[in-house]
């Protein structure tokens, strides 16, 4: 098969940044995708509805002209996040919150220290419709790096899904075959996200041979086996996953760096990635569920109605970007 056409999929989790970089981010995403869930982790983050509302005009302004393109609206919960907030962030129009245990990533420092305490707002998340987007890994320094979404699961999860047993849950950016296997058995109401890299690459493609800095983000990649794990339930054309790029844009000298900074820029490449994954399992009738059905069913929003043609020809994604102001961005990771 040298062409497919499906109806225009949505990135149910990605990373715009703000200000100029939204001219650079948001028609990147637009170019294929209709909606896109947007990440809260801006600097300072976007933890009420009055700054996601303002954050949604300045993403919609830098629309390329004609785009129907939608942001999703998302907030970031702290400590302090109040039951009052979720309620003005739903009368917001904003559909779900993103839970970042304190220090699991990038821009999470002021994420959530004590998940007991905030078991009132994820009552409130469900009692409004809202869905929880949840970080897994657990920040315990003790901890080896590439178990730490294993444990969160045991620490965390299975409590959160139990104990508020109405809420929709998403597992976003899912690693590993533990986290797999939680969603695939979870009750109704729990799904998660893949990314194109933790499909297409595992943790020899960042260390083997010499370590490459494009190649890391968080969660970590981990082992083949569960690359192998993700690529398996993509396949079997389960609802329960769907498409969230995780794309994050970094400057080239910190990714490039001593101490380089976790994100893949994929947005330029996302969708072709995919494709290739699906083509590569010989499953290309399940791309369309995962890419343009499911994410907006679990989220309770119509499908889209447009469709993409995606014809097969070799193409160089350019490794670079360069920004109006002349700063160099790492464009996609490495494969
Ligand atoms: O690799 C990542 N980069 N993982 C995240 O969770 C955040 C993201 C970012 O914002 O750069
Ligand atoms: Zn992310």
């Known amino acids: 098969m040298n062409e497919i056409t499906i109806i225009k999929p949505d990135d149910w989790h990605l990373h715009f940044r703000d200000q100029d970089m939204l001219f650079e981010t948001v028609p990147a995403t637009a170019r294929c995708f209709e909606r896109a869930v947007v990440m809260p982790n801006l600097v300072p983050p976007v933890t009420t509805a009055a700054l996601a509302l303002s954050y949604k005009e300045r993403i919609l302004a830098a629309r390329p002209a004609g785009s129907t393109f939608m942001p999703v609206m998302t907030i970031y919960l702290t400590d302090k996040t109040s039951v009052q907030d979720i309620k003005d962030a739903k009368k917001a129009g904003v559909l779900a919150a993103k839970m970042y245990p304190a220090g699991a990533t990038t821009n999470s420092d002021s994420g959530v220290n004590s998940l007991e305490s905030l078991y009132p707002v994820f009552e409130a998340l469900a009692d409004n419709g809202m869905l929880l987007l949840i970080h897994g890994e657990v920040t315990q320094k003790h901890i080896d790096i590439f178990d730490r979404e294993k444990e969160f699961i045991d620490q965390h999860m299975v409590k959160i ?11 976003e950016h899912i690693t590993t075959k533990e986290a797999a296997d939680f969603v695939l058995s979870a009750r109704e109401g729990v799904a998660a996200t893949i990314t194109p890299q933790h499909l297409l690459l595992n943790r020899n493609d960042m260390l083997d041979g010499g370590i490459r800095p494009h ?7 981990k082992r083949s086996t569960h690359q192998q794990a993700l690529r398996a339930v993509v396949k079997s054309g389960s609802p329960r996953f769907f498409l969230g790029t995780d794309s994050a844009p970094h400057a080239k000298h910190r990714k490039e760096s001593d101490c380089g900074c976790a994100g893949c820029y994929s947005a330029w490449s996302a969708l072709e990635l995919y494709t290739q994954v699906f083509d590569e399992l010989d499953a290309l009738d399940k791309l369309e569920g995962f890419a343009s059905f499911y994410g907006a069913d679990f989220y309770g929003l119509p ?31 490495c494969w």
């Open 161 to 171: 899904v139990e104990r508020v047993p109405h809420l929709k849950v998403v597992f």
């Open 215 to 221: 190649n890391y983000c968080l969660p970590v990649l």
């Open 303 to 333: 499908r889209n109605t447009e469709t993409v043609t995606l014809v097969r020809e070799s193409w160089e994604v350019p490794s670079n970007i360069t920004l109006p102001n002349g700063e160099l961005h790492c464009a996609v990771f």
